[in-house]
């Protein structure tokens, strides 16, 4: 099984901050990562696809970068209505998804 | 623009199955762009792919649940289910139907199944 290891698991930011969010694979996935975010009481919302591109509608301050093992997760600069919880996602290794376990963000 | 919709019963009993079914709205669950699959996620916790299945009944599952796990389709109703079989505590979750592309970009918005006598 693929592991995806995400860091940190939680998150204090302010309001204007550059975030990074980390997620490491156990093996080569190349770019098979996808990004979410999830608010209180809401499904997952897709941000980010196949690593790097930026889902239809997705602010642009949302990026995502990395290959391989090591793929990077950026809000630019953070507003008040992105606090939630992001999960990595890849799908290499079908048939099996595999998740992170989280970074949950909050403002600072 | 799609839409997913869980529905079934929010309370089972222990050693019981869980049956929910997914209606999608919007488009053909028959799309070939699309499996249609399941997430679940405990109280507080991560996320957890369940399995996915195609219009043409092709299936594959989470090994850790292949076990218990049964996922179906119903083209004429636009509709797909799923059953977990010998529920525990350890089951009780939000479940998530979800559109599936190898990535999630159409998600039901979850119904909460708790598990108890």
């Known amino acids: 099984d693929i592991q995806m290891t995400q860091s940190p698991s939680s998150l204090s930011a302010s309001v204007g901050d550059r975030v990074t969010i980390t997620c490491q694979a156990s093996q080569d996935i190349s770019n098979y990562l996808n990004w979410y975010q999830q608010k209180p009481g809401k499904a997952p919302k897709l941000l980010i696809y196949d690593a790097s591109n930026l889902e239809t509608g997705v602010p642009s301050r949302f990026s995502g970068s990395g290959s391989g093992t090591d793929f990077t997760f950026t809000i630019s600069s953070l507003q008040p209505e992105d606090i939630a919880t992001y999960y990595c996602?890849?799908?290499?290794?079908?048939?099996?998804?595999?998740f992170g376990q989280g970074t949950k963000l909050e403002i600072k | 623009q799609l839409q997913l919709q869980e529905s079934g019963p929010g309370l089972v009993k222990p050693s019981e199955t869980l049956s929910l079914t997914c209606t999608v709205s919007?488009?053909?669950?028959?799309?070939?762009?699309?499996?249609w699959g399941w997430i679940r996620q405990p109280p507080g916790k991560g996320l957890e792919w369940i399995g996915s299945i195609y219009y043409s009944g092709s299936t594959y599952y989470n090994p850790s649940l292949k076990s218990r796990v049964t996922i179906s389709v119903d083209t004429s109703k636009n509709q797909f289910s799923l059953k977990l079989s010998s529920v525990t505590a350890a089951d009780t979750a939000v479940y998530y139907c979800v559109g599936d592309a190898s990535v999630f970009d159409y998600w039901g918005q979850g119904t909460l199944v708790t598990v108890s006598s």
């Open positions: 996602q890849q799908y290499d290794n079908l048939p099996r998804y595999t």
């Open positions: 919007g488009g053909s669950i028959s799309s070939s762009s699309y499996y």
